[in-house]
């Protein structure tokens, strides 16, 4: 089922239209390209049923910011900035046309540790666990561990020492009351406050590989937030990551519907809250479950 938007016209062209032949996809209408918003858009159009010929272009253009060594970066001018390398091994799931550049990315994301962690006194969590960071050679933290870790999960890298260790890392940032945030837990001995889009895509990422109870006080924070979310990436994440739980959420379509609305008088969302959004409607299991049942490319 598509979904049509205030403007008439339906959210996926409204995606579709973001793109820029032989460029990708702009994460802002009439803006700069940026291979994470192609990423996420490839996601939302193979979730939704969009136009194939434009996924398909749109993975090509993925291919000509891939550099030598595997890493996908955020912009040519910020090398070091490679966290969309995970996102670009989900946007070329499945698809025997990129195995190569997908396996690339794979050994470059294997590879990638964070910076030294020297010992902070006003810090708790366990800077020695190996995650991901958003820079190379910088400290690891909550978001790029969690794409590093769905990025892992879709190559089936289970037994990997690197898989193993964004588990801990996620279960080590999760806060002592529920969620998570950008990646601390106390400071000056003060617990910090969880965020709902952390939350829920800290949750996506660990569906299924931890015990429920492990999760439990995360999953009821996201629940006392649901009613009140009305931004796209959180309400989106939410309802992925608790989806992937199976937890039975109130009207989410709905929920969707409303904050899609209000882009007729806030404006257009940038692209890849609109792909989340979308991601959300459509992967109704979460967003794993999703990539564990899309069929290869060698299958049609």
């Not at 403007?7 to 702009?26: A, C, I, N, Q, W």
């Not at 990997?160 to 940032?173: P, Y």
């Not at 999760?215 to 924070?221: D, T």
Request: charged share 20%; proline share 8%; hydrophobic share 40%.
């Amino acid at each position: 089922m598509l979904l049509t938007d205030p403007t008439e016209k339906s959210s996926l062209t409204l995606l579709e239209d973001r793109y820029v032949e032989g460029v990708g996809f702009t994460y802002r209408p009439g803006g700069q390209c940026r291979p994470d918003a192609s990423c996420w858009a490839i996601l939302a159009l193979e979730a939704a049923g969009g136009n194939s010929v434009v996924t398909a272009k749109a993975k090509r253009s993925l291919l000509d910011v891939q550099r030598d060594d595997g890493r996908v970066c955020v912009s040519p001018q910020h090398p070091d900035a490679c966290w969309p390398t995970a996102l670009a091994i989900l946007a070329w799931h499945a698809d025997p046309e990129y195995e190569e550049p997908r396996g690339k990315a794979l050994r470059f994301l294997l590879n990638l540790e964070q910076g030294p962690d020297e010992p902070d006194p006003y810090v708790t969590h366990d800077g020695s666990i190996k995650g991901w960071p958003w820079i190379a050679k910088t400290h690891a933290w909550t978001e790029p561990t969690a794409y590093a870790l769905m990025a892992l999960r879709a190559c089936a890298c289970m037994d990997h020492s690197r898989t193993q260790d964004a588990i801990r890392l996620l279960l080590d940032r999760q806060l002592p009351d529920g969620g998570w945030n950008f990646g601390n837990t106390f400071v000056f001995d003060r617990p910090m406050r969880p965020l709902p889009h952390t939350t829920g895509l800290s949750l996506q990422a660990l569906a299924g590989l931890v015990s429920k109870a492990a999760v439990e006080r995360s999953i009821a924070y996201l629940r006392s937030q649901l009613p009140n979310l009305d931004t796209p990436m959180s309400l989106a994440w939410a309802i992925l990551g608790l989806h992937a739980w199976q937890e039975a959420l109130p009207q989410p379509r709905e929920r969707i519907a409303n904050v899609l609305a209000r882009q007729e008088r806030l404006g257009p969302f940038d692209t890849v809250s609109l792909s989340l959004l979308l991601l959300a409607w459509h992967c109704e299991a979460g967003l794993v479950r999703f990539l564990e049942e899309m069929p290869s490319r060698g299958d049609k």
